[in-house]
C-alpha cells in the first residue's frame, strides 16, 4: 500500500553519501577497514563508555552481548513488550528467557514484577528503554540486580544519546545492546553495536564478532600470517560502509534530535486536547527523543477502530508492540499463553504507534492531528 504518511522516513545528508563514496571509491577495506574503530571510538566517547564494538545488527550485537556474559542454561528476565529480538537472542545464546510485566508510564520493564521472577537460576536482567523515552524503574532494576548478585543489561536499541537524571540509556548497567536498523535515532540501514566499560566482556564481544580469531595487531586481510581461533564464533561484523555512515550520522546527532523533537512536541501540543487519549511524554527530569511516537488509547475496540480511520486516511500506524511472550515460538515452545502477562497484554491492546520521523513536514502533523480529531468527533 502507498501510504500518504508512512510510519516513518530515513534522515540523511549528503555528509552520508560523501561518507559512504569515499570507502567505496577507495576500492580496498570494504571489510575491516579504519572507519570502522573510528566509529566504535566515537561510539564509546558518545556514550561515555571505555569500549565500544560495532555489529552488523541490533540483533547480532544482543546474541554477542548474552554469549559474552555467558547465559547457557541460565534464565534472563526480558520484557515482553520489546521486539522480539530481546528475548530470541537469549534463546540463540543458550539461555532461557523469563518474561516479565512492563509498566504503564514509560513502558518499561517493571521492577516489582521482576523481583518476583528472580530465582536461584537467574543469571541476568535486560531493561528496555521505550521508543526515545527511558525506562522509569532502571534505578530499580540496577538495585535489584545488585542485591541478588545479577547482570544487569540494557537493550538500547531505542533510546541512543536519552538521557535521565543526566545519566545517558545504556549505561545503567554492565553492558548494553545499540540498533540502527533503518527506523531508529541514527541508522546505518542494518547494524548495531555492545557498549560496556567491562574489559572482560569487550574482549569477549571482538572474539564472538569474528569467529573466535586471535588477532595479531595487523589487520586479517593485511598480513601474509595464520590466525588461531580460539573459540566457536560468528562472522557478525559491520561492513566499513556501514560504520562510515554511521560515523556521518552520529556527527549530526544533535540537529536530527531536534528536528525529532520539534515533530513530537508539536504533536503533544496538539493531541493533548483530546482527553480520550494519552500522549507520549518525557518522563520526570528526562529526555525524550521521539523515537518512535506512541499513544494510549481507553481499549482495544477504540485503537482498533482508530487504526481503521488512519488507514482509510492512507496514515500508517502500528502496534509497537504486541507481547513476545505471544509469538508462536514462546506460546508452543515455553507454554507462554494468553492471561500470563495481563499488565503487558493490556498496554499492547491499548497502544498505536503513529508517524514521526525527524523533518516531518507541519502539514502531515497537522493531517494526523486532523484525522484522530475528526475520529473522535
Ligand atoms: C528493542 C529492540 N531490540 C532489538 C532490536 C533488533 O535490532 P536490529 O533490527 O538492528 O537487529 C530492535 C530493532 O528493531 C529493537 O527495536
Same mark, same amino acid.
Not at 560495532?54 to 548474552?66: D, E, R
Not at 513488550?81 to 537472542?89: G, H, I, P, W
Given at each position: 500500500m502507498a501510504w500518504k504518511i508512512p510510519l516513518f522516513k530515513t534522515h540523511w545528508q549528503q555528509d552520508n553519501i560523501d561518507a559512504v563514496t569515499k570507502v567505496i571509491t577507495r576500492g580496498s577495506y570494504w571489510a575491516t577497514g579504519p572507519e570502522i574503530e573510528e566509529f566504535e571510538q566515537e561510539l564509546a566517547k558518545f556514550n561515555n563508555q571505555k569500549y565500544a564494538v560495532?555489529?552488523?545488527? +541490533?540483533?547480532? *550485537?544482543?546474541? *554477542?552481548?548474552?554469549l559474552a556474559i555467558g547465559v547457557k542454561d541460565k534464565e534472563v528476565i526480558v520484557p515482553s513488550?520489546?521486539?522480539?529480538?530481546?528475548?530470541?537472542?537469549?534463546?540463540?545464546? +543458550?539461555?532461557?528467557?523469563?518474561?516479565?510485566?512492563?509498566e504503564e508510564e514509560t513502558f518499561g520493564l517493571d521492577a516489582e514484577d521482576v523481583k518476583k521472577r528472580i530465582t536461584k537460576n537467574t543469571k541476568a536482567i535486560v531493561a528496555l528503554h521505550y521508543a526515545g523515552g527511558v525506562s522509569k524503574d532502571i534505578e530499580k532494576l540496577q538495585q535489584l540486580a545488585k542485591e541478588h548478585n545479577l547482570i544487569l543489561l540494557e537493550d538500547n536499541a531505542h533510546?541512543?544519546?536519552?538521557?535521565?537524571?543526566?545519566?545517558?540509556? +545504556?549505561?545503567f548497567g554492565t553492558a548494553a545492546a545499540l540498533s540502527f536498523c533503518q527506523n531508529k535515532l541514527i541508522t546505518t540501514g542494518e547494524g548495531g553495536a555492545v557498549i560496556t566499560n567491562d574489559k572482560l566482556i569487550y574482549e569477549k564481544l571482538k572474539l564472538l564478532r569474528s569467529h573466535g580469531r586471535v588477532e595479531t595487531g595487523v589487520d586479517y586481510f593485511s598480513h601474509t600470517g595464520d590466525n588461531d581461533y580460539i573459540d566457536i564464533g560468528y562472522n557478525f561484523r559491520m561492513p566499513t560502509m556501514n560504520a562510515a555512515l554511521?560515523?556521518?550520522q552520529l556527527k549530526h546527532f544533535q540537529e536530527t534530535m531536534d528536528l525529532r523533537i520539534i515533530t513530537g512536541n508539536y504533536l503533544n501540543q496538539h493531541l493533548k486536547e483530546i482527553t480520550k487519549l494519552k500522549i507520549p511524554q518525557p518522563y520526570e527530569n528526562s529526555d525524550h527523543f521521539y523515537q518512535m511516537y506512541t499513544i494510549t488509547l481507553k481499549d482495544q475496540a477504540t485503537r482498533d477502530a482508530l487504526q481503521k480511520h488512519l488507514e482509510q486516511k492512507q496514515i500508517m500506524s502500528k502496534v509497537y508492540y504486541n507481547p513476545s511472550h505471544l509469538k508462536t515460538f514462546y506460546t508452543k515452545n515455553y507454554n507462554y499463553k494468553t492471561g500470563d502477562l495481563p499488565k503487558t497484554e493490556a498496554i499492547a491492546n491499548k497502544i498505536l504507534t503513529l508517524p514521526i520521523y525527524p523533518g516531518m513536514p507541519q502539514k502531515e502533523c497537522e493531517d494526523i492531528i486532523n484525522a484522530i480529531t475528526e475520529f473522535f468527533q
Open positions: 560495532t555489529f552488523n545488527s +541490533g540483533t547480532s *550485537a544482543l546474541h *554477542a552481548m548474552y513488550f520489546t521486539f522480539v529480538a530481546t528475548a530470541n537472542a537469549v534463546v540463540a545464546a +543458550g539461555g532461557i528467557p523469563i518474561f516479565a510485566e512492563s533510546s541512543l544519546g536519552v538521557k535521565k537524571n543526566n545519566q545517558l540509556c +545504556g549505561t554511521g560515523l556521518s
